[in-house]
């Protein structure tokens, strides 16, 4: 049975990695991404604030080597999930299951501005490359602002604030500077009022604005001021963003999306297409796109393929439960123990502790052991 896997993130690697642990040199899995790296949501925000380097951030694709699997370094030109086929700027691939995990796209463009006024510490290259702004920036007002929603990683936003104190703070730059949060929710993180309102405590302590329930419409960057649908404006010398999101166009083009993402069903992640899966961020799941859910996405997408490798009924269901660690900087980390299934949505929270910051470098370590084969080294490198 042959896999072909497009997108290597969370949902992939772990997809290839539990498929070749089940059926070894059994397994057939064709592993595609356009990229030749990979790097964890979070190790943006560490490189940002000088915590790590770029270099230590990036994990190389040519370390994925387990029985069964091949990664392929190409980009997706369309997809037939009618006869799950994919070609790619290395060829074409056919698979008996086709899982599509290819991610997000974030579209800087999609608001005026945005790309000439704001530094995005979402988008990869971006994020990887704005050390240098914040080395430069001498105080001032901050703004950290989301322009839509749904995006990645809800909790980021209000750890890249926390982080700014902690940055600014650190170079006596503070007492000089404002630091303000805008989101579109009501809560920080919407489905867990206990780890919101941690947060807006913590904001409160540190004095960092928190502007809940603003849509950003445009960035006047030769004015420097944030415009908002209400026609109101607010004033920055550094505007920290996150673009708005988008399912990958080659995915909209495949006939697979509803309102704008893939739709799947919610316990097996199949869409309406037969062996045909979507994972991640891609998929209209119910769940928040984050790395952790996409794993467990992927977990129970590969026991599902493996029942049917071995001739039996594919049984697994998605529970849609995810553990997020959220940084409250000063060496802090908290837990956010997140299910989304059906009518069900709850958060709780954990911390925020010295203690769950080293279960949080655990967590990416042991992803990299088991995704890559090696240990990370250099993680944190220049944190105090």
Known sequence: ????????GFGGLELSARLSEELGDDADVVLIDKTDS????????DVLFGRMSAEAARHSYTDVVKPGVRFVHAEVQSIDPAARRAETTAGGFDGDVLVVALGADLDPGATPGFAEGAVDFYTETSALGAGETLKSFDGGRVVVGVVSAPFKCPP???EAALLMDEHLTKRGLRERSEIALVMPFGRPIPPSPQASAALIDAFAERGIEWWPERRISEIDPTRRVV?????????????LGVPHHRAPQVV???GMTAEGWVTVDPLTLETAYPGVYAIGDVADVGTPRAGVFAEGQAK?????????ARGGSPEATYGGRGICYLEFGRDQVAVVDVTFLGDVKRGELRGPSAQLAAEKAEFGSSRIRRWFGRDWRGALENSS
């Open 252 to 254: 909209v083009e495949s």
């Open 227 to 239: 415009a908002f649908t209400t026609g109101d404006e607010m004033a920055y010398d550094l505007f």
């Open 300 to 308: 129970v997408v590969a026991d599902r393929i493996v029942a049917l």
């Open 38 to 45: 990979f790097v964890f949501g979070f190790s943006k925000l």
């Open 1 to 8: 049975m042959r896999v072909v896997i497009l997108g290597a």
């Open 156 to 158: 980021a936003p209000s």
